[in-house]
């Protein structure tokens, strides 16, 4: 079965500081790749997707991520954060053959002022 | 823009109640799913529905059913409440692609968060 890792459970930055999560995946094939973000009291959104072509994905709100298929990862980056930024992200994967997707447990980013 | 709305935002029910949490979405589509969020562990599927009147079991489906007699509605079913279900509880909705049956973007709604006393 499909597992997804999520390097840091929190993660603390001051505004201006450059951001990236980790996510590796266990499971090979062709796969959908998925992040999201919650914030405080919303629910979650989707920040960015890959299905296939170019590696370097980009997102909403400055966000990108890159999927490494050798290193079944894909990792979320931000070059500036802001305090805005403040929320829950959570990386997810579908497998082909499959409706449904796998998540990481998720990663707290607190960004201070 | 999809809206996936679930029927409350906080509950509160006692131990051995039967309990539904409601969910609706306006997209028309296929795809419905159940979570249950809880701090460090993430996102964890409790059950899923491909078509009206289909279900298929998540990760954890114990102590909880669900019932999909129409496609815009799915519900969940706590059979008889028990405290270690106080959670949180996402519902979302996605397109079902035939071609390669490939996990779509997923809407959520709101979240249920609902306490068992």
């Known amino acids: 079965a499909q597992s997804v890792s999520q390097h840091n459970h929190h993660v603390i930055l001051s505004e201006a500081a450059s951001l990236e999560l980790g996510c590796n995946y266990s499971?090979?094939?062709?796969?959908?790749l998925f992040w999201y973000v919650q914030y405080p009291g919303q629910h979650l959104q989707l920040l960015l997707k890959?299905?296939?072509?170019?590696?370097l994905v980009k997102g909403i709100k400055g966000f990108e991520a890159e999927f490494i298929k050798s290193k079944f990862s894909f990792n979320l980056r931000k070059p500036s954060v802001q305090w805005s930024d403040t929320a829950e992200y959570f990386c997810?994967?579908?497998?082909?053959?499959?409706?449904?997707?796998?998540f990481g447990k998720g990663t707290m980013l607190l960004v201070s002022p | 823009d999809v809206k996936v709305t679930q029927s409350s935002r906080y509950l509160v029910k006692r131990t051995g109640e039967k309990v539904f949490l409601e969910c609706v979405q306006d997209?028309?589509?296929?795809?419905m799913f159940w979570y249950r969020q809880d701090p460090g562990l993430g996102l964890r599927l409790i059950y899923f529905?491909?078509?009206?009147?289909?279900?298929e079991k998540g990760d954890i489906p114990e102590g909880y059913s669900v019932s999909r007699e129409k496609k815009e509605r799915f519900s969940l079913i706590l059979e008889s409440a028990s405290t270690n279900q106080t959670s949180m509880y996402l519902c979302?909705?996605?397109?079902?692609?035939?071609?390669?049956?490939?996990?779509?973007?997923?809407?959520f709604g709101d979240g249920t968060r609902l306490s068992i006393l």
């Open positions: 979302a909705s996605s397109l079902f692609v035939r071609t390669g049956r490939f996990g779509q973007p997923q809407h």
């Open positions: 499971y090979g094939g062709t796969v959908n």
């Open positions: 890959y299905f296939s072509g170019d590696p």
């Open positions: 997810a994967v579908a497998n082909s053959g499959y409706s449904t997707l796998t």
């Open positions: 997209m028309d589509h296929e795809n």
């Open positions: 529905s491909y078509d009206v009147k289909m279900k």
